[in-house]
């Protein structure tokens, strides 16, 4: 299993970036996918997940109305566009499946940093 997330870098508050995450090594349709992101000295925490078929999908309230996740079935590819991003939303940004039986894995991490 190998995901490998994109997107990250340096933006001013109140602007955008998209995080892409290929994934390969498994049934990518078959799985949810979730969105993580860890700030220095702090706990990992979900950002947004999406239901294995596109139609669910769940934000953490820091992030709800401005984070969007969708995902490609047909590419293998999960993203999260961000808006109106603010300071507080420094972090590196996770991709991450859950397989039952199989247990989580996890992309290397992509940093994002949100700074004037």
């Known amino acids: 299993v190998q995901l490998v997330e994109s997107g990250g870098g340096l933006v001013q508050p109140g602007g955008s970036l998209r995080l892409s995450c290929a994934a390969s090594?498994?049934?990518?349709?078959?799985?949810?996918m979730t969105w993580y992101r860890q700030a220095p000295g702090k706990e990992r925490d979900l950002v947004a997940t999406?239901?294995?078929?596109?139609?669910?999908?769940a934000y953490a309230d820091s992030v709800k109305g401005r984070f969007t996740i969708s995902r490609d079935n047909f590419k293998n590819t999960v993203h999260l566009q961000m808006n109106s991003l603010k300071p507080e939303d420094t972090a590196v940004y996770y991709c991450?499946?859950?397989?039952?039986?199989?247990?989580?894995?996890w992309g290397q991490g992509t940093q994002v940093t949100v700074s004037s």
């Open positions: 991450n499946t859950y397989r039952p039986g199989i247990g989580a894995s």
């Open positions: 090594g498994f049934t990518f349709s078959r799985y949810g």
């Open positions: 999406i239901s294995s078929t596109g139609g669910s999908t």
